[in-house]
Every structure is written in structure tokens, then in C-alpha cells.
């Protein structure tokens, strides 16, 4: 059984920075490409990050670039999201996801987390 578990959410402070953390398990990890998502309150979820298997490539939403860096370390199969510089409006609940493909991860979710929230007090 396959397992995305996410972590490290929690209320900061503007301008402050977060960790998150996704362990997946049952699961070929350095085969899937993976990504976060995230959701605000009343909006849709949304991309805000991606890597490949090896960590070698990774994309952005433009409103994250220069704050937020997405990482991998495949011997502990888990996938990190550092938040910098944090605004009100990064408030929202993140999600990870796997993808068998990072070309088209954003159309092709094999699996999902159940999220973790993260709180921006301003």
C-alpha cells in the first residue's frame, strides 16, 4: 500500500521560513517524479512545485520562485519543500503527490498525501 505522509506544517509568522517533509512508502520512490500542491481557503488546489526522480530537475509556479526550493533524498525516500519568506496568502494547506512522470506530473497523479497545514500570521 502506498503512502504519501507529509509534515512540518504549522502557524509562523510573516517573513518567517518552514520546512515541510513527504516520506513515501510502498512505493519504487526514485522512479516517481513528485510534487507539492497546496490549497487556501476557498480556493482550488494548486501547483506549486515538482522534481524528478533523480532531483535533477525541478519547476515552479512563478509566485513561489526565489522563495520556496523543492528537494529529494532518495535514500530516505523523501521529498522536502523549504519555504522562505513566508506571506499570508502561501496560507494554505500542502500536499504531496507522486507521479510515474515529471514531464506531465501536473495531468498525471498516481498518488496523493493527505496534506499538512501551513498558517501565515501577518
Known amino acids: 500500500q502506498v503512502q504519501l505522509v507529509e509534515s512540518g506544517g504549522g502557524l509562523v509568522q510573516a517573513g518567517g521560513s518552514l520546512t515541510l517533509s513527504c516520506v513515501a512508502s510502498?512505493?519504487?520512490?526514485?522512479?516517481?517524479?513528485m510534487g507539492w500542491f497546496r490549497q487556501g481557503p476557498g480556493k482550488e488546489r494548486e501547483f506549486v512545485a515538482k522534481?524528478?526522480?533523480?532531483?535533477?530537475?525541478?519547476n515552479y509556479r512563478d509566485s513561489v520562485k526565489g522563495r520556496f526550493t523543492i528537494s529529494r533524498n532518495n535514500a530516505k525516500n523523501t521529498v522536502y519543500l523549504q519555504i522562505n519568506s513566508l506571506k499570508p496568502e502561501d496560507t494554505a494547506a500542502y500536499f504531496c503527490?507522486?507521479?510515474?512522470?515529471?514531464?506531465?506530473?501536473?495531468?498525471?497523479?498516481?498518488?496523493w498525501g493527505q496534506g499538512t497545514q501551513v498558517t501565515v500570521s501577518s
Open positions: 522534481i524528478s526522480g533523480s532531483g535533477g530537475s525541478t
Open positions: 503527490a507522486a507521479s510515474p512522470s515529471y514531464v506531465t506530473l501536473l495531468s498525471n497523479i498516481r498518488y
Open positions: 510502498g512505493l519504487s520512490f526514485r522512479n516517481y517524479a
